[in-house]
C-alpha cells in the first residue's frame, strides 16, 4: 500500500503523541511511587530532589529524546503539510512522487537531513537514559558487572560519535546534501544503514546482558519469577534487534537506489524514487516504531510498578529511585534502583544496600556508648563495619 501525505502527517502525529505520553507517564509514576512509598504529601520540586542523581540523569536525557524527537515530527509534520497543500491546490510540482515545487525541493531536503539527525538523537539518547538507570545500582554490583556498565556507557558514546562523524564528512561540504547537481550527496547510504544497525544491536546487548547476568549469578529463591523476567529481558533484546534490522532492510531497499554524483542527471529518476512520498513513508514508519519501542522500554519499571506490584510500600521499596527511608528502629534501607523493576523483587532485595545501626556495648555510670554501623550486601553479607563513640543518654 502506498503511503501517502496524509498518512504520514497522521503517523508523526501519532508518534509524537505516543511519546509524549510515555513520558508523561514516567514523571507522573515518580511522584505516585514515591507518595505512596512514603505516605508524604511533598510538592513535585520536593519529590524530585529526593531523587539520586542517577534517577535525575535518566529523567534528564529521556526528556532530551522527547525533545529530539518532538524537532524531527515538527519537521516532517511541515513538509507533509507542503505537499497536502501543493495536492489541493493543483500546484505545478517538480514530481508527483515528491509533490513538492521546484523552489520547495531545497528546503525539504534540508528538513530531511535534520529529521535524520534528530532520529539519531532519540534514538541513542534514550539508550543513555536506560544506562543512567542502571547507574544507581552500580555501588552494589560485582566488578565484572561494573565493567560491563562502563563498557556499555563508552560504547554508547562512541557509537554516538561514530554516527554523527559519517553524517558530517560523507558530504563535503555539508550543503552538497540539498543541491540537486551533479554534485549531489548524501549519508543515506547502504554502508551507513548497516553501521548504525551493528553498532546498535552491540550497544543493546551490552545494556541487557547486565539484568541477564544478575539473573544468573545471584542466589534467588525459587518462588522468584526468574524465568519470566528472563524471557522478558530476552523479548526486550530480539525485539531491539529485530527493529534495527528492519529500518536497515527498509532504508537500504530506497538507497541502493540513489545515484552517484557521476551518473547524477541520467539517473536523476531514481533520485525522485528514493524521496518519493512512497519511500521515506516507510522509513519513518519504522523509524516510529523504534523510537515507540526504546521510550516504553524506558518506562517499563514503572509500568511494572503501577500496574504489577500493590501499594504495600515494602513491595515497591526495592524498585525506589529516592533517598534513604527510615525502617524499623535503627534501621535504614538505602535507595534501590528502578532498573531492578525489570528483575524479580528477590534481586532487588540482594543488591540493595542495607545500613543497620547497632548500639553495641555500654559503659556504666556514664551516658555514653558505642554505635556500629553495618553495611550489608547480597544476602546479608557484610560490606562494612564503622564504629563511633557518642552521647547516647542512659538506656
Known amino acids: 500500500m502506498a503511503i501517502t ?4 502527517f497522521i503517523l508523526e502525529l501519532l508518534t509524537f503523541v505516543a511519546c509524549t505520553a510515555i513520558v508523561i507517564f514516567r514523571f507522573t509514576s515518580h511522584i505516585t511511587h514515591y507518595r505512596l512509598t512514603t505516605s508524604s504529601r511533598h510538592s513535585v520540586l520536593q519529590i524530585y530532589r529526593a531523587r539520586s542523581r542517577a534517577g535525575l540523569a535518566s529523567d534528564a536525557l529521556l526528556l532530551l529524546a522527547w525533545l529530539f524527537e518532538t524537532a524531527g515530527a515538527c519537521l516532517i509534520g511541515y513538509k ?49 537514559a536506560l544506562i543512567a538507570m542502571i547507574f544507581e545500582i552500580r ?3 560485582p566488578l565484572r558487572l561494573r565493567l560491563l556498565l562502563y563498557t556499555a556507557t563508552g560504547f554508547t558514546a562512541c557509537a554516538w560519535t561514530i554516527i554523527h562523524l559519517i553524517g558530517v564528512l560523507t558530504c563535503v561540504p555539508f550543503s552538497r546534501q540539498w543541491t540537486l547537481s551533479a554534485d549531489f550527496c548524501t549519508p543515506l547510504k547502504v554502508s551507513t544503514m548497516a553501521t548504525v544497525a551493528v553498532l546498535s544491536i552491540i550497544n543493546d546487548t551490552l545494556i ?18 526468574k524465568p519470566l523476567s528472563y524471557a522478558l529481558t530476552i523479548f526486550l533484546l530480539v525485539t531491539s534487534a529485530a527493529l534495527n534490522i528492519t529500518r536497515a ?6 538507497t541502493l537506489q540513489l545515484p552517484d ?21 516507510k522509513i519513518e514508519i519504522a523509524s516510529s516504531i523504534q523510537l515507540i519501542f526504546i521510550f516504553v522500554t524506558c518506562c517499563i519499571p514503572q509500568i511494572r510498578l503501577r500496574y504489577f506490584v500493590g501499594d504495600n510500600p515494602s513491595d515497591r521499596e526495592v524498585w525506589s529511585s529516592f533517598g534513604d527511608r527510615e525502617g524499623e528502629a535503627g534501621d535504614r534501607r538505602s535507595k534501590g534502583g528502578e532498573i531492578l523493576g525489570l528483575l524479580p523483587k528477590a534481586v532487588g532485595e540482594l543488591v540493595i544496600l542495607r545500613t543497620v545501626e547497632v548500639r553495641v556495648e555500654r559503659e556504666e555510670g556514664l551516658e555514653r556508648g558505642s554505635l556500629e554501623t553495618v553495611e550489608e550486601g547480597k544476602g546479608g553479607i557484610v560490606l562494612s563495619r564503622t564504629k563511633s563513640r557518642e552521647g547516647l543518654g542512659e538506656w
Open 249 to 254: 532492510a527498509v532504508a537500504s531497499h530506497y
Open 261 to 281: 554524483a557521476a551518473a547524477f542527471f541520467a539517473n536523476f529518476n531514481d533520485l525522485l524514487t528514493a524521496f518519493s512520498i512512497d519511500s521515506l513513508g
Open 5 to 8: 501525505s496524509t498518512s504520514t
Open 80 to 128: 507533509s503539510v507542503l505537499q497536502i497543500m501543493n495536492e489541493k491546490n493543483g500546484a505545478v510540482v517538480l514530481d508527483e512522487r515528491l509533490m513538492l515545487r521546484a523552489d520547495q525541493v531545497e528546503t525539504a531536503l534540508k528538513m530531511g537531513t535534520s529529521v535524520l539527525y534528530t532520529y539519531m538523537n532519540a534514538l541513542w539518547i534514550a539508550k543513555a
Open 208 to 225: 541487557f546482558a547486565i539484568p541477564l547476568c544478575l539473573l544468573s549469578t545471584l542466589p534467588l529463591p525459587p518462588s522468584s519469577s
Open 139 to 141: 555501588p552494589y554490583l
